[in-house]
């Protein structure tokens, strides 16, 4: 991730938003830094965005994160440009869609973007079937064509049986994933999920993650993703952008926004997170480890690190365990190293931190770090990893 | 017979006289002179409107001119419109009038000086200082000679109020609850009609007829010293097209001879009023019963066929 | 008619049945009017009184005071400059027509004839929305009331009571409060109810949810009930004129009876000026009520 | 009237002038009627002849046909039996009664001019929903059709058109349409915005977002529009007899110039009960097409 | 918690609620076993619940969890009787509810229960402020008695500056807040909250969660919360009940959830909690550990384990340190223990692991459990830690 140049699908520039009678009017206040507050006390607007400069990448999962009422919904609600902004461009496919007729933005809405709201926002008079169809169905397909598919993703969503209830049949978190269906019903480029699985349960809740990765690697979508529970943003998101009143304070890697966080904010924000999940092996891991080569006590000694009281042993096949100095003090030069190394296992440096907790505390040595060509490329220190989960 | 009759249209008027003339003109049109006769119904001003303007409904039975008299002048001038005959031979008969029970009781007020004198007695409706007069509804032309007669007998200094009733409707309502009740009553109303064919009412003699006055002052609007005098009979006419006189000379030479003397209407309206009957079932009556007074108004030709049609009935 | 033609005719009640049938009830109406009609017209004395007062108090009023006081009350309901201008220049163009006179007469029974039917009608309106029982018993009552031809029920209003203003208004009335009672009923019952479910959950009793939650919401129907109420109202006028109420419907009656085309558009006229201000103030005054729904305008 | 006495009166135009300008306009529609009366008249001619088709065919077709046929198309927008048995038995009464013909008549009447209404209506209730422009000018219109006098205008109609069937369409349909109008108008402003907006997001275009959302979300108002159109219709249907349109209202004027209230009564109703057939049968219709509403009952 | 005698609040028997037309024909079938699926398919009813039997204690916080659609929000409407069983009986402080006349069951609401609703409930036609205090003026307060209050619960959820906007102007989590503040503001006895938290961000939500244990434990409110989110049930809940298709699974302490699932279904439930948040040290330590009482070397040999290589030593003051059997050895009886114990810190029962687990990390020994008056109560052994983290 972050590594491949993804080419910028979404970008927004210097992007304003102000809720009220005459917004136009306020802007230059808010543009010369009046805040929020003060904004609202005295004129009676409410800053939504201010100044919000973005690019989202394609087929990135781009979460975006913020306090209650940061502007999060209203930010999602201009890339469909179901709210005009005050100031600013909006470039999707580096076409201003601020500048799209109707009739082409009707065409990108159908099938460029599909979005899932925070308050459902499903059609009380159709069934939950006709619900998940209704974006199918505008394009003009006919029911027998678009039911098929609606079928299948109600199933996914685990509402299979439900197809002819209303939606005022059925729970929050029903009527949520019949949102969900809906959206990704349409085959849509670009999926805007506005806390998307803030209703469900946890178990439906991780069927859906996966579902969701499933569908970017599978169908590289690009997916842009309002949560406000900061395991799934991190389990999620390529990268994270967290708003505070309607700015923008850090976008970044997931380990960016927990390991170096921009300012208080984000680190309040990032202090509740679950590290363990968060983060993964390479993040905390000691590079450049040295470790010992061959198969035999002589092909040990000379490649033995000296100031260390054990090392890890590999042949050309891979990891094989560990020495200790003591143990090789008490060998003959010919003696092969068989049976004589200490069992630790070896992690890979994309396990979360959370894996190998376990391991740690079971082993007073440091645990080796091995790549998928079996390299060794690093070991993890249980100090530093003590250091990371309890900052 | 009358080839070139055609189809004819008849104004089919909500009161009883006149529906039942249109109903006897359809029954002798039809059966008599082979017309296609279609009854249309319509009040007053809306079927006289048409028929200057449109030339359809063809014939009015039974027009009261007084009540747009300037319309009618101006379009039989025009050559619109064509009289046929007086519908009613006697004229229609107008007047203020007093229940009979009245009169038993105070019989002074049979004369309008008994009235003013009983003025009292006649309370208003909605003021029980003041008496009331109901008058003629709203811009019948009879409004304006109620209020010359109203202004002349000078009624309002005996504490006499004009009541406009609104529309005939209202004027008949408030005739009807009065009677019922036996309760004093005061107004304008005419005759023939089921009305006064149904309750015993006498008219308050004014003293003399002075036709004279009446037409040059009584019925004009800007009257300034209008005298007392009683209502001439009023014209009540069958008018056609004048385009239909053309078109259709036997029918219309019918219509011309087509006439009735108030007794007989009134005895005609009463039958109809005792059996709720509604026109066609009047005419029907009639010509079973009254084959002397109709056949004078036909050629022995027609009255033949007519009396064929009336037993296949 | 042969008894055989039932194929092509009708095979209805003879005329004689229907005859006897009709003088029967006829009678039985008649006697009943005579017996009851005076008490039952003393019921009606009070109101009968205030209609006359407040007549009279519009009418011997200098104009320019009724003027005045009517702006004030346009200006004091809807908070619009606007709207008060339009109201003085239509009120003005009026009296210079010559139609002062008639207008205020207009002006008062309407004001009555329109505040009782909403006061009447919001209550039962109501009560429909809260029992379905209600609603089934009053809806053909509605039906009847809205179709029935005036005329039907004019005559034995008026051998009941005289001709005059309490016919009137009755007319009126019977004529304008359907609207206001199936809107009001149908604005209460498409209330969200969730939202009442969260009044009722925090202990709020009928009536608190009534005027708490279910009035307040329901109100932009309920407004377009009262336009509509206002709006029959008025087109009774003329009817109610044929009955013996003074006012812009005697110079309607007279200009058909005449032909006079233009005296009779600008009686009608002034009539629908009397609605348009009837109709926009209680509308301004309802909107400013509802601050929750600014942006979006209903109506 | 002395011209000090403007404290108390009102200073209006002079006699002679107002007498002058009714007569200036009076004449000059008289004049543009006869110019063009008969090419506007000639418009109307398909419709004449379809309204003549319909009455014929329904009054000459033998009554059971009729009935049959009435019988069947209730049940099948209704579904329900008990209507369809509700409307059996007041048809067979209207039959007994002797009203068989003059229903049909009002019946053939009334069904073009209601549906005409509703045609021509909800579209334009949809304009002025979706353009504050068109409300504010679309407004003052309705208000204008709904409190001026019939009377006002029908003469000119008549004088343009003759007395017959065609005014009396017009008439009733400029009396009828303004409710459906403004609750079509009403309902649509009032359908949830957030449903809206999921529409607009998935691309749905200005008709897709009409036809699959705002009407459907908005039919109980609209068809609470619908119903007073209906009402109104029908409350039409004795000033429409009072321009040669031939069925109930005919009986019914005639009853009131002679005071037979049963037989007024009888009309009166046989009109009520045609109000509640068509009413029961489109809320019904309507009903059954809105399956999310089951359990609450709006209307 | 749960071992003082409570008295029982709330006590639900035998509740079933059944969706559709025609329940009470459709129980029988329920009550004979029929599942919500066949139910659904077959009649076209749905199972709301099934056979609820269920104490609520004074004073607790009692959460209910469970998959979307079990049935939760259902459940909870019934404690103020917003809907009425299919059949069964609830008991409110001994009363059965399903038998209060009118004016009581509103009397009752008033004054006993206040609600959090999941879709939040919110009158759109009144402000901020007025919805807040609607619960009081409900009662009868005038806007001049309540508006202080209401202020200052607007001010604790955050929406100070708010007062006058209507809810359609708010986001999601601000609306949220508003019913939270709403039913806060009523001082009734009892809060039912669904999912009442789902739409905060993570920062809003722990005030809250601090706001609402502080509410239980001064005010001693008894709590009834639906949250899907597990990490918050365990932190608030003292029982947690778990519902599937409308049954009760389970009810029972966090610490039950978590480690003595009933089925299947609960184990998957509880398995993605974060146990290290969720378990206190006292669950996963050895109990009954022996430990060395004295200053000197002397009375260190005396009670010093057999067959421990280093042991925890206390003196009259409590836990000093750790010493080892190799350092005993070195020294004299005379010694004393001074500047020869290793600095390996003591922790307390009710520590959560995930506390604990960075200092285990750090050293190769136990750790001494000590309870509040300074006594040993167990050790910490990092392998048990390790099986605890790593089922
Ligand atoms: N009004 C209703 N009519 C019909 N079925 C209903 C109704 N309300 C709820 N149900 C059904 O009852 C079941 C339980 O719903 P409930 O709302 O209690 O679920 P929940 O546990 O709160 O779920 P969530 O976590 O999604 O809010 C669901 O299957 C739902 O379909
Ligand atoms: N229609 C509106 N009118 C006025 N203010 C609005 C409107 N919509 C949003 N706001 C304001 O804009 C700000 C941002 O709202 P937004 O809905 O984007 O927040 P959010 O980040 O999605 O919050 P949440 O997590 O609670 O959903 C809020 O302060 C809100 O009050
Ligand atoms: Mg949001
Ligand atoms: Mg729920």
């Known amino acids: 991730m972050g590594n491949t140049e993804q080419d910028i699908l979404i970008k927004i520039e210097g992007l304003y938003q102000i809720f009220g009678k005459t917004?136009?009017?306020?802007?230059?206040?808010?543009?010369?830094?009046?805040?929020?507050?003060?904004?609202?006390?005295?004129?009676?607007?409410?800053?939504?965005?201010?100044?919000?400069?973005?690019?989202?990448?394609?087929?990135?999962?781009?979460?975006?994160?913020?306090?209650?009422?940061?502007?999060?919904?209203?930010?999602?609600?201009?890339?469909?440009?179901?709210?005009?902004?005050?100031?600013?461009?909006?470039?999707?496919?580096?076409?201003?869609?601020?500048?799209?007729?109707?009739?082409?933005?009707?065409?990108?809405?159908?099938?460029?973007?599909?979005?899932?709201?925070?308050?459902?926002?499903?059609?009380?008079?159709?069934?939950?079937?006709?619900?998940?169809?209704?974006?199918?169905?505008?394009?003009?397909?006919?029911?027998?064509?678009?039911?098929?598919?609606?079928?299948?993703?109600?199933?996914?969503?685990?509402?299979?049986?439900?197809?002819?209830?209303?939606?005022?049949?059925?729970?929050?978190?029903?009527?949520?994933?019949?949102?969900?269906?809906?959206?990704?019903?349409?085959?849509?480029?670009?999926?805007?999920?506005?806390?998307?699985?803030?209703?469900?349960?946890?178990?439906?809740?991780?069927?859906?993650?996966?579902?969701?990765?499933?569908?970017?690697?599978?169908?590289?979508?690009?997916?842009?993703?309002?949560?406000?529970?900061?395991?799934?943003?991190?389990?999620?998101?390529?990268?994270?952008?967290?708003?505070?009143?309607?700015?923008?304070?850090?976008?970044?890697?997931?380990?960016?926004?927990?390991?170096?966080?921009?300012?208080?904010?984000?680190?309040?924000?990032?202090?509740?997170?679950?590290?363990?999940?968060?983060?993964?092996?390479?993040?905390?891991?000691?590079?450049?480890?040295?470790?010992?080569?061959?198969?035999?006590?002589?092909?040990?000694?000379?490649?033995?690190?000296?100031?260390?009281?054990?090392?890890?042993?590999?042949?050309?096949?891979?990891?094989?365990?560990?020495?200790?100095?003591?143990?090789?003090?008490?060998?003959?030069?010919?003696?092969?190293?068989?049976?004589?190394?200490?069992?630790?296992?070896?992690?890979?440096?994309?396990?979360?931190?959370?894996?190998?907790?376990?391991?740690?505390?079971?082993?007073?040595?440091?645990?080796?770090?091995?790549?998928?060509?079996?390299?060794?490329?690093?070991?993890?220190?249980?100090?530093?990893?003590?250091?990371?989960?309890?900052? | 017979a009358d080839t070139e009759c055609g189809s004819v249209t008849i104004a089919d008027m909500n009161w009883k006289s006149a529906s039942f003339i249109a109903n006897l003109d359809k029954f002798i049109l039809e059966n008599g002179y082979g017309c296609d006769v279609e009854l249309v119904p319509g009040d007053t001003v809306a079927a006289i409107t048409s028929m200057v303007e449109k030339g359809e409904p063809d014939i009015a039975p039974e027009l009261w001119t007084n009540s747009a008299k300037d319309v009618i002048d101006k379009a039989v001038s025009e050559k619109k419109l064509s009289i046929a005959s007086a519908s009613l031979s006697d004229g229609g008969e107008e007047g203020f009038w007093v229940p009979e029970y009245m009169v038993k009781k105070y019989p002074e007020v049979a004369t309008i000086e008994g009235v003013i004198k009983h003025a009292d007695k006649f309370p208003h409706p909605e003021s029980d200082s003041k008496s009331g007069f109901f008058g003629c509804p709203a811009g019948w032309s009879c409004q304006i000679s109620n209020q010359n007669l109203f202004k002349a007998m000078n009624l309002a200094d005996a504490?006499?109020?004009?009541?406009?009733?609104?529309?005939?409707?209202?004027?008949?309502?408030?005739?009807?609850?009065?009677?019922?009740?036996?309760?004093?009553?005061?107004?304008?109303?005419?005759?023939?009609?089921?009305?006064?064919?149904?309750?015993?009412?006498?008219?308050?003699?004014?003293?003399?007829?002075?036709?004279?006055?009446?037409?040059?002052?009584?019925?004009?609007?800007?009257?300034?010293?209008?005298?007392?005098?009683?209502?001439?009979?009023?014209?009540?006419?069958?008018?056609?097209?004048?385009?239909?006189?053309?078109?259709?000379?036997?029918?219309?030479?019918?219509?011309?001879?087509?006439?009735?003397?108030?007794?007989?209407?009134?005895?005609?309206?009463?039958?109809?009023?005792?059996?709720?009957?509604?026109?066609q079932y009047g005419a029907e009556y009639f010509m079973f019963n009254n084959e002397a007074v109709w056949s004078k108004w036909v050629d022995a030709e027609t009255k033949a066929k007519l009396i064929k049609a009336l037993d296949s009935l | 008619m042969a008894n055989s033609s039932w194929l092509t005719e009708f095979p209805d009640m003879s005329r004689r049945e229907l005859l006897s049938f009709r003088q029967t009830l006829d009678g039985a109406y008649r006697d009943f009017s005579r017996e009851y009609g005076d008490t039952i017209e003393s019921l009606f004395d009070p109101l009968l009184s205030f209609l006359i007062w407040f007549e009279d108090l519009l009418i011997s009023t200098p104009w320019w005071i009724v003027l005045g006081a009517v702006l004030g009350l346009v200006y004091y309901a809807s908070r619009s400059l606007k709207l008060s201008a339009g109201v003085l220049v239509s009120l003005l163009a009026i009296g210079y027509f010559g139609m002062w006179e008639d207008t205020m007469r207009t002006l008062s029974i309407i004001t009555v004839c329109t505040l009782m039917s909403i006061a009447i009608g919001i209550p039962i309106g109501i009560l429909m929305a809260q029992s379905d029982r209600a609603r089934s018993i009053i809806t053909p009552l509605l039906d009847i009331m809205q179709t029935m031809p005036a005329f039907v029920y004019l005559i034995p209003v008026v051998m009941l009571l005289g001709i005059g203003k309490i016919p009137g208004v009755i007319a009126v009335i019977i004529y304008a409060i359907p609207p206001v009672i199936r809107l009001t009923n149908l604005g209460i019952r498409l209330v969200d109810t969730e939202t009442l479910e969260a009044a009722t959950a925090y202990g709020a009793t009928r009536s608190q949810r009534l005027f708490g939650v279910q009035l307040p919401l329901a109100m932009p129907t309920i407004m377009a009930g009262i336009n509509q109420t206002i709006m029959m109202a008025l087109a009774m006028v003329v009817v109610a004129s044929m009955i013996g109420v003074k006012g812009l419907g005697q110079p309607v009656l007279k200009s058909i009876t005449n032909q006079y085309f233009t005296l009779g558009l600008l009686n009608g006229l002034a009539i629908v000026a009397l609605a348009i201000i009837f109709d926009r103030v209680s509308q301004t005054y309802a909107k400013r009520a509802q601050k929750h729904l600014e942006g979006s305008n209903h109506g």
Chains 1, 5 share one sequence.
């Open chain 2, 159 to 279: 504490g006499f109020e004009f009541v406009d009733p609104g529309s005939a409707a209202g004027l008949d309502g408030s005739l009807s609850r009065a009677y019922e009740r036996q309760e004093p009553w005061f107004g304008y109303y005419w005759a023939p009609t089921a009305l006064l064919g149904k309750y015993k009412m006498v008219k308050v003699d004014f003293g003399k007829t002075d036709v004279e006055e009446f037409t040059t002052c009584t019925t004009q609007e800007n009257c300034l010293d209008p005298k007392v005098t009683m209502y001439p009979p009023s014209p009540v006419f069958t008018v056609t097209t004048s385009e239909f006189e053309n078109r259709a000379p036997g029918a219309f030479s019918y219509l011309k001879q087509r006439s009735f003397k108030n007794d007989n209407m009134s005895s005609l309206l009463a039958w109809m009023e005792e059996n709720q009957a509604d026109g």
């Open chain 1, 23 to 391: 917004p136009k009017k306020v802007l230059q206040k808010v543009k010369d830094g009046a805040s929020k507050d003060d904004v609202l006390a005295q004129t009676g607007h409410t800053v939504g965005l201010q100044d919000i400069n973005l690019d989202v990448k394609r087929g990135e999962i781009f979460v975006i994160m913020g306090l209650s009422g940061s502007g999060k919904s209203t930010l999602i609600r201009h890339f469909n440009r179901l709210i005009d902004p005050t100031a600013g461009k909006i470039l999707v496919d580096g076409e201003d869609i601020m500048e799209l007729p109707q009739k082409e933005l009707t065409e990108f809405r159908r099938h460029k973007m599909a979005m899932v709201f925070q308050h459902f926002g499903l059609m009380p008079h159709r069934s939950v079937l006709d619900n998940v169809g209704y974006g199918l169905s505008i394009k003009g397909l006919k029911k027998n064509e678009w039911k098929p598919k609606a079928t299948s993703w109600l199933d996914t969503v685990g509402l299979a049986g439900y197809e002819d209830q209303f939606p005022s049949q059925l729970s929050g978190g029903q009527q949520q994933r019949v949102g969900l269906a809906r959206a990704l019903c349409t085959d849509a480029e670009i999926l805007l999920m506005d806390e998307a699985f803030s209703a469900l349960d946890p178990l439906i809740r991780s069927e859906m993650q996966d579902q969701l990765i499933e569908l970017q690697e599978t169908l590289h979508k690009t997916i842009i993703f309002i949560t406000h529970d900061l395991d799934e943003a991190l389990r999620l998101g390529d990268r994270i952008a967290v708003l505070k009143d309607g700015k923008l304070v850090q976008v970044g890697t997931p380990v960016d926004i927990v390991l170096n966080p921009v300012d208080e904010y984000v680190t309040a924000f990032a202090k509740d997170v679950n590290r363990a999940k968060a983060l993964s092996v390479a993040t905390v891991m000691t590079e450049n480890t040295d470790k010992v080569l061959g198969t035999t006590v002589r092909e040990a000694r000379k490649s033995f690190p000296e100031n260390q009281s054990y090392a890890f042993v590999f042949d050309h096949e891979g990891y094989k365990g560990i020495l200790t100095k003591k143990t090789l003090a008490s060998l003959q030069d010919s003696d092969s190293l068989d049976g004589k190394l200490l069992d630790v296992s070896s992690i890979a440096p994309n396990q979360l931190l959370e894996d190998v907790i376990p391991l740690s505390l079971n082993t007073q040595f440091d645990i080796p770090v091995v790549d998928k060509y079996r390299q060794l490329i690093g070991r993890l220190e249980a100090s530093k990893l003590a250091d990371v989960l309890a900052p």
